[in-house]
């Protein structure tokens, strides 16, 4: 028996964890409370061991003087791996279930929350040039790492990477020539400049910033999964209330909607990926 | 000798996974006592296959894993193609998406690193066949946590690559098994009120 009131519930490192979690929203208005802990966890000592910090309670002090640290740190914790046409029957879903029905609208809106380092979007607007609709769409594309922004903004990724995304456009059912959305340069793919026309990057938070803008479409894959429930429940809240009536929502394969407050508002568009229409 | 409890097992397989697989949970009953969680290295486009094809082979309900679900005893939760998973401390599962870890996604370490945290000596891990190291690093945490390793015998794997990589990687192992036996060792571990000397 000790006299101390001891709180043996929560491990030494889960309690390191939790206090860097709380600086780095105290400082720099990040907020990763709500982010499932396994991969949080894993990802910080990964930072940890590359960095060559002490211990999580000295990654803490460097967050605080070093902003190159955190800025280190963000990195890590937003896990930026995408591709061109990711899920290619998914992007074959919107090619043609949902574009057909955005067709009949003189001008589309479309909102890329969490778009990383701009694959996603690029595809899209492939899709949406194709169709012979991208003049009317104006196209938002976010993500809270202004390093990745920039990548996206500049729309130039490694070359190894075509013959996978020419594979994927294909499968998505792309019947043009994909030589023909970009140019190669070097060790580089130069997205075709005309796709940039209408995309506006920005910084945009989902955690803590509020609605981006009334839309038609939303896409918002393979960022969900990073959250935890009642987190999930209040992003999943903006994303319906940035859609316009008769407006889509397009997440993750692997995410759902179903343990939200926001599933009676929508009704399931596609059997085969996670698109649903507001009703 | 102490008496051991187990509340979970996971399992890394690859190369020859789904003969493997199959002939270890054709032998464990449909009541069994914990969940388990299985990383299989598979093709990105390979769909949810795996699950379907074991579900209808063994008296188990196998299926594919999905994010936030909470772990029930008597499952067998396989993870989705081109994901990592991921077991929470509150013993639900997460996927990722991260950077592929030792060329795979899924990784066994992956899962085998968080699986050791949330269950620490109560978890009991499995290596299988295959032609990759992964596992080796995470069989390690799991026994660096306290838990229960069982490595199966390479002369009755398909490929015998993976077993001993993780061999080399720990060589305090607790069981080196050919495959026909794990499924009964299983079933006494888990048996409630088991001993076992370690
Ligand atoms: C795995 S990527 C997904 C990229 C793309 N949507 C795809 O599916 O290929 C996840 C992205 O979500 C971003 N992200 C994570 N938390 C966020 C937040 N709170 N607000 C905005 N973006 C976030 C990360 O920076 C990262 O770029």
């Given at each position: 028996?000790?006299?101390s009131?001891?709180?043996?519930d929560?491990?030494?490192?889960?309690?390191?964890?939790?206090?860097l979690?709380?600086?780095?929203?105290?400082?720099?208005?990040?907020?990763f409370?709500?982010?499932?802990r396994?991969s949080?966890?894993?990802?910080?000592?990964?930072?940890l061991?590359?960095?060559?910090?002490?211990?999580?309670?000295?990654?803490?002090?460097?967050l605080?003087?070093?902003k190159e640290?955190?800025?280190?740190l963000?990195?890590d914790?937003?896990?930026?791996?995408?591709?061109?046409?990711?899920?290619?029957l998914?992007f074959?879903?919107?090619?043609?279930?949902?574009?057909?029905?955005?067709?009949?609208?003189?001008?589309?809106?479309?909102?890329?929350a969490?778009?990383?380092?701009?694959e996603?979007?690029?595809?899209m607007?492939?899709?949406?040039?194709?169709?012979?609709i991208y003049?009317?769409?104006?196209?938002?594309?976010?993500?809270?790492?202004e390093?990745?922004?920039?990548k996206?903004?500049?729309?130039?990724f490694p070359?190894?990477n075509?013959?996978?995304?020419?594979?994927?456009?294909?499968?998505?059912?792309?019947?043009?020539?994909?030589?023909?959305?970009?140019t190669?340069?070097?060790?580089?793919?130069?997205?075709?400049?005309s796709?940039?026309?209408n995309?506006?990057?920005?910084?945009?938070?989902?955690?803590t910033?509020?609605?981006?803008?009334?839309?038609?479409?939303?896409?918002?894959?393979?960022v969900?999964?990073?959250f935890d429930?009642?987190?999930?429940?209040?992003v999943?809240?903006l994303?319906s209330?940035?859609?316009?009536i008769?407006g889509?929502?397009?997440?993750?394969?692997k995410?759902?909607?179903?343990?939200?407050g926001?599933?009676g508002?929508?009704?399931?568009?596609?059997?085969?990926?996670?698109?649903?229409?507001?009703? | 000798?102490?008496?051991r409890?187990?509340?979970?097992?996971?399992?890394g397989?690859?190369?020859?996974?789904?003969k493997?697989?199959?002939s270890?949970?054709k032998?464990?009953?449909a009541d069994?006592?914990?969940?388990?969680?299985?990383?299989?290295?598979?093709?990105?486009?390979?769909?949810?296959?795996?699950?379907?094809i074991?579900?209808?082979?063994?008296?188990?309900?196998?299926?594919?894993?999905?994010?936030?679900?909470?772990l029930?005893?008597?499952?067998?939760?396989?993870?989705?193609a081109d994901?990592?998973?991921l077991?929470?401390?509150?013993?639900?599962?997460?996927?990722?998406v991260?950077?592929k870890?030792?060329?795979?996604?899924?990784?066994?370490?992956?899962?085998f690193e968080?699986?050791?945290?949330?269950?620490?000596?109560?978890?009991?891990?499995?290596?299988?066949?295959?032609?990759?190291?992964?596992?080796?690093?995470?069989?390690?945490?799991v026994?660096?946590?306290?838990?229960?390793?069982?490595?199966?015998?390479?002369?009755?794997?398909?490929s015998s690559?993976?077993?001993?990589?993780?061999?080399?990687?720990?060589?305090d192992?607790?069981d080196?098994?050919?495959?026909?036996?794990?499924?009964?060792?299983?079933?006494?571990?888990c048996?409630k009120?088991?001993?076992?000397?370690?």
């Amino acid at each position: 028996m000790s006299f101390s009131a001891e709180n043996t519930d929560i491990s030494n490192e889960n309690l390191e964890i939790n206090l860097l979690i709380e600086a780095v929203r105290e400082k720099y208005g990040y907020d990763f409370s709500g982010y499932s802990r396994a991969s949080l966890k894993r990802r910080i000592k990964k930072t940890l061991n590359e960095s060559h910090s002490t211990s999580i309670s000295g990654m803490i002090h460097r967050l605080i003087y070093e902003k190159e640290f955190f800025d280190l740190l963000l990195l890590d914790l937003s896990i930026n791996v995408t591709e061109m046409f990711r899920d290619p029957l998914f992007f074959r879903e919107i090619r043609e279930k949902v574009i057909p029905v955005l067709s009949k609208q003189s001008s589309i809106k479309i909102w890329h929350a969490g778009c990383s380092t701009g694959e996603e979007v690029y595809s899209m607007a492939i899709l949406l040039k194709e169709a012979g609709i991208y003049n009317r769409c104006q196209i938002f594309a976010t993500d809270f790492n202004e390093v990745v922004l920039a990548k996206a903004k500049q729309g130039i990724f490694p070359i190894s990477n075509i013959k996978e995304s020419t594979k994927n456009y294909q499968k998505s059912g792309g019947t043009g020539s994909f030589t023909e959305w970009y140019t190669a340069k070097y060790d580089f793919a130069i997205v075709e400049s005309s796709l940039q026309k209408n995309i506006l990057f920005a910084d945009h938070n989902l955690v803590t910033d509020g609605v981006f803008s009334e839309v038609d479409l939303v896409m918002c894959r393979n960022v969900l999964i990073y959250f935890d429930r009642p987190l999930q429940n209040r992003v999943l809240r903006l994303l319906s209330d940035s859609l316009s009536i008769g407006g889509f929502l397009a997440i993750g394969s692997k995410e759902s909607i179903h343990f939200s407050g926001i599933t009676g508002e929508f009704e399931k568009f596609s059997h085969t990926r996670k698109i649903f229409r507001k009703k | 000798m102490r008496e051991r409890h187990f509340s979970c097992i996971v399992i890394g397989v690859s190369a020859g996974g789904l003969k493997a697989l199959t002939s270890l949970f054709k032998s464990l009953p449909a009541d069994f006592p914990v969940p388990t969680v299985v990383v299989q290295h598979e093709k990105a486009d390979s769909g949810d296959l795996l699950a379907e094809i074991l579900d209808h082979r063994t008296a188990l309900s196998v299926r594919t894993a999905e994010e936030k679900e909470k772990l029930k005893d008597g499952v067998v939760y396989i993870c989705p193609a081109d994901y990592h998973l991921l077991i929470e401390e509150d013993k639900t599962l997460s996927l990722s998406v991260e950077p592929k870890v030792n060329f795979a996604r899924p990784s066994i370490d992956v899962l085998f690193e968080t699986a050791a945290i949330a269950y620490g000596k109560e978890l009991i891990a499995i290596i299988l066949t295959g032609a990759s190291s992964d596992g080796a690093m995470g069989l390690m945490k799991v026994m660096e946590h306290g838990g229960y390793s069982i490595i199966q015998d390479s002369a009755t794997a398909y490929s015998s690559y993976m077993p001993e990589a993780a061999l080399r990687a720990c060589p305090d192992v607790d069981d080196i098994l050919p495959l026909q036996e794990i499924p009964s060792r299983l079933i006494s571990l888990c048996r409630k009120g088991s001993f076992c000397d370690r």
